[in-house]
């Protein structure tokens, strides 16, 4: 088999993007795009008639190894569920459950994958990495989004909180699995940092085939092409719109992943909470209640943490960890970030964000995220925004009793509230700028509504102080 690092330097001249160096290969942090032909020979396709589509259900994704087409009587969740064209379990726990989204949206959807040698990713009995899908409504807006998976889940992961309400709105769609997933996700890079450059490589790479899709599809390229994501999905927005702006025309980083490589990171703040959380929990421990405010955690979210502990921070913590300091051999939760030799550092910093926005953009995050703190993330990506002077193409919203994922709501409707609403409103506010020649919005606090309504459902940016 050929070595990976080799293997995706060729792919990099066959398909026209950039690879860079992190998220869930590695070609030793390089960040410039190469030029080269997208016309290889065309995929091993296949066809699904389950209704009529508007344009040629056989056309060609550029640079896929497969594909597999299938025009859909509804491409929202509520039909995908159906007809096996998504997979739930990809966007479990990611919205509330009294969610309302729309569905009935026809066209055609294309599943697949391009070249890659790690398999992670089982969906559709592939066992393949670097899956896309691609929707393509038949009453199309004009308009193209593109997305990266949260965490490290598959390619159908905003499948619900995105998918359904850009469809419905007549957005052509597009999400890839960012090249790797599931717990081992670290495993799929040569180099530390290696699976994670891969996840921005892995974006350009859809947003350059699926530009030329649409084009094909509809018979005319998209007017506007916007980016969004939650999480490492936000720090893929981040990334694209600072080292690919002329991909795209603005984007929405919903509580977007922060590296730095003088921190603060994951790895910055992940260690005092796993390593004094099980003693705050045993005995109240007020020294290790401060340890874990001190790294960044807020004090209002201590209600959140056992579930974080469990679900998110160990888990994370040691995947990160194996990601750019796989030489480390001591306990996860006595680790320190700015003890370690400075080759970690240069690994976090190949894949790291500046703040040099070059197209609009929206941050959204909750002031209770129990698992990237507000102060150490999208607060500290503020700070490089100003400090790069691209303050004119950033608005910035601290979402009140937000967290890091909506699906907790349910448990906590009392003290919680969902940001998918204000999401969307953000997003709504781009297209604004970016068509309607407005300002973006000034950013701000955004409290919760003091006459309560649905929360769930709904949100008005003008509610910020």
Known sequence: MMPRTRFLTVTRFLTVFTLLAFSFASCGGDNSTQQGS????????????????????????????????????????????????????????????????????????????????????????????????????????????????????????????????????????????????????????????????????????????????????????????????????????????????ELYDGGVDWEGNLFRAEGPNLLTYLPPAVKNYPDYADTDDEEAFEAITEAGFPAESEFLWEKYFDTYWKLSLEGYRKEFDPGYEEAEEEYDYLARPQEVRDAVGRVQNTGALGKPMITLHGTLDALLPIGESSETYRGLVEAAGRSDLHSYFAVEDGNHVDGFYDDYPDRLRPILPCYRAAFEALEETVEGNKPLPPGGFLSVPEEGGDVVNQCTLEETT
């Open 38 to 245: 997208q016309e290889e020979e065309p995929a091993t396709t296949t066809s699904a008639k389950v209704s009529s589509c508007v344009g040629d259900a056989d056309v060609q994704v550029p640079g896929a190894e497969f594909q597999e087409a299938a025009c859909l009587a509804d491409l929202t969740t509520e039909g995908t569920q159906e007809t096996g064209h998504t997979n739930p379990k990809d966007w479990a726990g990611l919205n509330a459950k009294e969610t309302e989204n729309p569905s009935g949206v026809p066209g055609l959807q294309i599943d697949g994958y391009f070249p890659d040698d790690s398999r992670t990713n089982t969906n559709s009995e592939h066992n393949h990495d670097s899956q896309f899908v691609l929707r393509l409504p038949d009453e199309w807006n004009g308009k193209l989004v593109i997305t990266g998976a949260s965490g490290n889940r598959p390619q159908y992961a905003n499948d619900f909180i995105m998918s359904d309400w850009l469809l419905d709105r007549g957005y052509a769609f597009a999400s890839t699995d960012k090249g790797n997933t599931g717990e081992e996700f670290y495993e799929t890079g040569e180099n530390p940092g290696g699976s994670i450059a891969e996840w921005n490589y892995r974006v350009e790479e859809l947003t350059r085939a699926t530009k030329i899709v649409v084009e094909r599809y509809y018979a005319r390229g998209p007017r506007f092409t916007y980016t969004t994501g939650i999480s490492n999905g936000g720090y893929l927005v981040r990334y694209a719109l600072e080292n690919t702006p």
